[in-house]
């Protein structure tokens, strides 16, 4: 599959900071052309700072593509090496999704696992053979490493395949995550601590939902801190909010004004704030600070780093690349 870029994932924490606890289900894609095994990190950064930079997390999409990186390169050098199929058609249709995303919330949960992207590389190697990460792992696999001094992360270690958890499942089938279960269903709570099991999402406005993926769009599950959440059609920007809901507004940036109980945009750099900033800044101090690129220095009292540059030993740094495997 292909994984999400670090600024996705801290979009989607944003997210679930904020609500109930959540496994995130999928959607799928809008239809595109197929995408060349070499295009695609490129292609993957492309489609994600389009949706960033539409939904206000960027200023520009050029200082995205400055800042963000695909996680990809364990993925194509198994597909190179053979040990993983690619399926290059859903390769554009997953990079499709994630670039048609919208802006609010309930999109923002499905894109995190689109049944396309899940689909785009597949692996070859059966439970009980040798693997090197988990991509080459067929049926949802795990590649399980032994060695104790080597580090998969950063080298190339030889590990063993081993049966994963099961996926697409369908509605009654016991869960641990929404990952178990078929599109459009999720892995709804038991009552009275029993095992969970694999539900269709609720569509219905007002009815009680147990996790933040339990509602269809453009339904989100939201409620109080203190009462049990329901599925609710979240006001767009400027339209009236409830400050006490979790998730009071639709648009991801925006925030519940507890004086004009309007849904407004969140503070950008120079701002004051409380928390959370718009855009590539970070809520400093009680001020929205611009994050900073590549070398810049950050931590304590300095900036945060920008996208999904690392900050080490007090200076911000592109992330170190997976290895790519013969």
């Not at 040990?83 to 990079?95: E, Q, S, V």
């Not at 999904?308 to 030993?313: G, I, S, Y």
């Amino acid at each position: 599959m292909l994984r999400r870029t670090r600024l996705l994932s801290l979009a989607l924490a944003l997210i679930s900071s904020l609500a109930v606890p959540v496994a995130l289900t999928g959607c799928g894609g809008s239809g595109g052309g197929p995408v060349a095994l070499a295009n695609v990190p490129a292609e993957f950064v492309d489609a994600v700072c389009t949706w960033q930079t539409r939904c206000h997390a960027f200023n520009s999409k050029s200082s995205c593509e400055k800042v963000v990186f695909a996680d990809v390169d364990s993925e194509v050098g198994s597909a190179q090496a053979g040990r993983a199929t690619y399926d290059a058609a859903k390769a554009g249709d997953c990079i499709d999704s994630i670039r048609d995303t919208g802006c609010g919330v309930q999109s923002f949960f499905d894109a995190l696992n689109s049944s396309s992207c899940a689909q785009v590389f597949t692996g070859t190697v059966a439970v009980g053979g040798t693997c090197i990460t988990n991509v080459d792992c067929a049926a949802n696999g795990r590649c399980e490493h032994t060695g104790g001094n080597c580090d998969p992360d950063v080298s190339c270690c030889m590990g063993t395949c081993t049966a994963g958890p099961a996926i697409n499942q369908p509605v009654g089938t016991t869960c641990t995550s929404s990952n178990n279960c078929a599109d459009g269903l999720y892995c709804r709570s038991a009552t009275g601590g029993g095992a969970r099991s694999c539900a269709t999402r609720i569509t219905l406005e007002n009815a009680q939902c147990d996790r933040e993926d339990a509602c269809a769009s453009p339904l989100v599950c939201t409620g109080a801190a203190d009462a049990n959440p329901t599925c609710r059609r979240l006001p767009a920007e400027g339209g009236t909010c409830d400050p006490n809901l979790q998730i009071a507004c639709n648009f991801v940036f925006d925030r519940c004004d507890p004086t004009t109980l309007k849904c407004v945009r969140l503070p950008s750099a120079g701002q004051p704030c409380e928390e959370v900033c718009l855009g590539d800044s970070s809520c400093k101090n009680g001020t929205c600070v611009a994050n900073v690129g590549e070398n810049a220095p950050c931590g304590g009292s300095n900036p945060n780093c920008s996208g999904d540059l690392d900050c080490d030993e007090g200076t911000c740094k592109k992330p170190t690349p997976a290895p790519v495997c013969p």
